[in-house]
C-alpha cells in the first residue's frame, strides 16, 4: 500500500523554466511534508517543507503548496536551473516526534540548458 | 546545521560475513535514529526505527535478527548486516531528528554494500 505517490517517474525542463514536481498521499495522518533533493549514492538532502496547517511555504526558489483537501502537495522551482537536476523526493509523517517518514518513489527533474 | 556521519561509504565482503554501518550525529543528540535500504532506482524504505537505550523497532518483513541495531548512546547506532549474502547488497541510509527539533530529519551519505 503506497501512502505517498509520485506518480511522474521523471521531469524535463528548460533551463529557467518552472519545474512543477506532483505528490499525493492517502493518510489522512499525515500532518508534515517534506521535499528532499538526492543524487545517486548519496543521502537525502532537505530542501523545503511545510505543516499541514499551512497551505503555502516559500524558500528562495522553492516553494511548496499543500491542498489538504486533495491530499496533494507540489514543489515548484522557479527559476529552474541545470543544478536542479537530481531525484527529488516527496515525504510526510503523522504528527509527533520523532515519527517515521514514508517516501514516495522518487521523481527524476532534468533541466536542459 | 544539523550533520548526520555515516561510514563506510562503501564496502565490500564476502557472503556469510558480518559488516557494521555507523551513523553519528555530530552536533546533536538524536534519541531516535532512523535505518533506510534504497535498491536501484527506488524509493527510501525503512527498515527500523532506533531508539537510544531500548530495543529497535522494525518494519514488517525486515529480520531482526538479521539487521542488528544498537543504539547506545545518543550520537551512535550502529546496523550491523549479519551472515551477508548477495542479496543483501544495497545502499544503506541512515536519519537522525535532533531531540530538540523532532520534524528536522537529517540524512547521513548512505553506504554501499557489496556482497560477493
Known amino acids: 500500500d503506497q501512502q505517498v505517490k509520485q506518480n511522474s517517474p521523471s521531469l524535463s525542463v528548460q533551463e529557467g523554466r518552472i519545474s512543477i514536481l506532483n505528490c499525493d498521499y492517502t493518510?489522512?495522518?499525515?500532518?508534515?511534508f517534506l521535499w528532499y533533493k538526492k543524487y545517486p549514492a548519496e543521502g537525502p538532502t532537505f530542501l523545503i517543507s511545510?505543516?499541514?496547517?499551512?497551505d503555502k511555504n516559500e524558500d528562495g526558489r522553492f516553494t511548496v503548496f499543500l491542498n489538504k483537501s486533495a491530499k496533494h502537495l507540489s514543489l515548484h522551482i522557479v527559476p529552474s536551473q541545470p543544478g536542479d537536476s537530481a531525484v527529488y523526493f516527496c515525504?510526510?509523517?503523522?504528527?509527533?516526534?520523532?515519527?517515521?517518514?514514508?517516501f514516495g518513489k522518487g521523481i527524476t527533474l532534468s533541466v536542459r540548458p | 546545521g544539523a550533520v548526520v556521519s555515516q561510514h563506510p561509504s562503501w564496502v565490500i565482503c564476502k557472503s556469510g560475513t558480518s559488516v557494521k554501518i555507523e551513523c553519528r550525529s555530530l552536533?546533536?543528540?538524536?534519541?531516535?535514529m532512523f535505518w533506510y535500504r534504497q535498491f536501484p532506482k527506488q524509493s527510501l524504505m525503512l527498515m527500523a526505527t532506533?531508539?537510544?537505550?531500548?530495543?529497535?523497532?522494525?518494519e514488517q518483513g525486515v529480520e531482526k535478527d538479521k539487521f542488528l541495531i544498537n543504539h547506545a548512546s545518543l550520537t551512535l547506532s550502529t546496523l550491523t548486516v549479519t551472515s551477508a549474502h548477495p542479496e543483501d547488497s544495497s545502499f544503506y541510509i541512515c536519519?537522525?531528528?535532533?531531540?530538540?527539533?523532532?520534524?528536522?530529519?537529517?540524512f547521513g551519505s548512505g553506504t554501499r554494500l557489496t556482497v560477493v
Open positions: 536519519s537522525a531528528t535532533p531531540d530538540s527539533h523532532p520534524y528536522g530529519y537529517t
Open positions: 493518510n489522512s495522518m499525515f500532518d508534515y
Open positions: 511545510i505543516s499541514s496547517i499551512k
Open positions: 515525504a510526510a509523517t503523522p504528527r509527533g516526534a520523532n515519527s517515521k517518514l514514508t
Open positions: 552536533d546533536f543528540q538524536a534519541t531516535t
Open positions: 532506533s531508539n537510544e537505550g531500548s530495543k529497535a523497532t522494525y
